[in-house]
């Protein structure tokens, strides 16, 4: 969790971005208006490279594109592997949601890059900030991975595969949601969370995820349990497990574990798998 002064670029660049399709597409539905600033941001990107191409600048060029198929080297790219998972000693359950083509290795995020946040409000509880603040932070521990919180989004959580555009992979987005808006939240599910991978190569990453959480729920744990904000945050770091690639274990010393315990933090298993999902490959743009 931190801020720069790019990623508040990035962050004014979108909501600008989405200010300006909202004119134009008001009253659409909100995938509708995704679908038409994709189309519309390729078009700009095709324009932009045509210009630096005039202005013999190809060498900036050659060295932010990314691998076939994928947006651009992102500008807060590192060398490196942005942190460091701690060794972990414990053993326990857990399991990958995703593994390697042929291979026992996860599916992971970049770990050079921080994973960039943007999060829904429409029906979030209180103190939902410092929750999810609170499990970013339990997760980026945990993994050695970095999240940068850019601010909000009034868009709907879906999973149906449209990962970003040229410019760069869409922020992974945590919406405080209902089983309303998400059928996957009715009967007796707190949230939902995975990742979108894609590969290079033979070697996939996760690139972009979501997160639902039901916050009617959620307030309700908020209003009855004196421990209500741990457990909250418990069901936001699962589905934050989840996102980073972590699978349901049956083993209740989990947090993993499926069905909801009085467990708060993660167990022995979930702290040795997010190491390993923290321990990924990085992007060779
Ligand atoms: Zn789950």
Redesign the pocket.
């Known amino acids: 969790m931190r801020e720069n002064p790019l990623v508040e670029l990035r962050r004014r660049r979108r909501i600008r971005r989405m200010l300006r399709t909202m004119e134009r597409l008001d009253r659409k539905p909100v995938r509708a208006r995704r679908v038409r600033s994709t189309s519309r941001l390729r078009a700009v990107s095709a324009v932009v490279v045509l210009v630096a191409g005039l202005g013999a600048m190809g060498f900036r060029l050659t060295h932010t594109s990314g691998p076939p198929g994928w947006p651009q080297r992102p500008a807060d790219a590192s060398d490196s592997p942005l942190g460091q998972p701690p060794d972990v000693t414990t053993t326990g359950s857990f399991e990958f949601i995703q593994t390697q083509p042929g291979s026992d290795d996860p599916v992971t995020y970049d770990p050079c890059v921080p994973i960039h946040v943007v999060v829904n409000h429409r029906q979030d509880v209180p103190h939902a900030d410092r929750i999810l603040g609170s499990a970013l932070e339990e997760v980026s521990q945990a993994t050695g991975l970095q999240f940068v919180v850019d601010g909000e989004s009034d868009e709907s959580p879906t999973w149906d595969g449209d990962a970003g555009t040229a410019d760069g992979w869409n922020p992974v987005l945590v919406a405080w949601s209902d089983p309303d808006e998400v059928v996957d939240l009715k009967g007796n599910v707190a949230g939902v969370g995975g990742s979108t991978s894609r590969a290079v190569g033979r070697h996939q990453w996760f690139v972009t995820g979501t997160v639902a959480l039901d916050g009617p729920r959620a307030r309700r744990i908020l209003a009855r349990d004196p421990d209500g904000e741990a457990m909250v945050r418990a069901i936001v770091m699962?589905?934050l497990g989840?996102l980073v690639g972590l699978a349901?274990v049956d083993d209740e010393r989990e947090l993993m574990q499926?069905h909801g315990s009085r467990m708060t933090t993660w167990g022995p298993g979930d702290r040795a798998g997010l190491a390993a999902l923290g321990s990924g490959d990085c992007v060779d743009y």
């Open positions: 699962h589905e989840h349901h499926p």
